[in-house]
């Protein structure tokens, strides 16, 4: 049946995060699509939605590490007009480099960077030729911090960080929207002792936020426009001072002149 409500794709949206959108999109009248591994899940989501919210969902089964199902949901945002896209799928394997197998480093990067960006490439002519459309990126605060046990997790957050923003200064006056979102620790199944290595039991629950409350700050920051929200972050000024203390270095380094400390004598 034809619908007139516009239309939002999540990732990873078979629980925490990515379901919570799933929710409040429904409530504002987005018809969806949910990508998830978990077909159980997925139909039991998408049942519930369609009967609270009366809109149309369509769960469609796909792990995005596999080449094959990655490229299914490439063509899908390539040839129909989804209007959001929340790239929310990501993988955690915290622990040491040194020792760790392989495929744990091999696996973050292969879900958290290059699903992200081929989805993403796949997207945005379809947003720019209708000029409109918007797009939300789920990194992390480790983008800007990486801890003994997140070298691998840390660079492909900091990837996504530093993707989106080269995309918003790309896209800039298109009518395509490009938001960020840095969660601190919330409270997923991501930190289920068998995926991330770290059990969410260990961590100090005063820095734990719920999946909910990181959504809600999340699209509060997109309603505000902010191209960078912290929805743990009290003092937005923090972010703004380190913006300019960023352009402030990389400024200082357009010289062709070596730095006098590394002359010699």
Do not use: C
């Not at 003994?148 to 990837?159: L, R």
């Not at 009518?175 to 601190?184: I, K, N, S, W």
């Not at 959504?215 to 509060?220: E, K």
């Not at 929805?231 to 203390?245: A, I, K, Y």
């Amino acid at each position: 049946m034809a619908t007139t409500h516009p239309t939002a794709l999540i990732t990873g949206a078979s629980s925490g995060i990515g379901a919570v959108y799933a929710d409040r999109l429904a409530a504002r009248g987005h018809d969806l699509i949910l990508v998830a591994r978990r077909a159980d899940r997925l139909d039991a989501l998408a049942a519930r939605l369609t009967q609270q919210h009366r809109v149309q969902v369509r769960p469609v089964v796909a792990d995005l590490a596999q080449a094959q199902d990655l490229a299914r949901i490439e063509q899908l945002l390539a040839t129909e007009p989804v209007e959001l896209l929340v790239n929310n799928a990501g993988l955690a394997r915290l622990g040491p480099l040194a020792g760790a197998h392989v495929d744990d480093a091999m696996a973050q990067l292969s879900l958290n960077i290059v699903a992200l960006t081929r989805l993403t490439q796949a997207v945005l002519p379809g947003f720019k030729a209708r000029q409109r459309g918007t797009l939300i990126n789920i990194a992390s605060v480790l983008a800007l911090q990486s801890l003994p046990i997140s070298a691998v997790y840390s660079g492909t957050k900091a990837y996504v960080l530093a993707f989106t923003r080269g995309l918003q200064d790309e896209l800039a006056g298109t009518g395509v929207r490009l938001q960020v979102v840095l969660p601190g620790v919330t409270a997923t199944d991501l930190w289920s002792a068998g995926i991330s290595g770290v059990p969410l039991a260990a961590l100090d629950p005063a820095r734990v936020m719920s999946a909910e409350a990181m959504v809600d700050a999340a699209l509060a920051g997109l309603a505000r426009g902010e191209q960078v929200t912290w929805p743990s972050v009290e003092d937005e000024q923090l972010w703004d001072e380190f913006e300019r203390g960023r352009m402030r270095l990389f400024g200082a380094s357009q010289t062709g002149q070596v730095a006098s400390r590394y002359l010699a004598g």
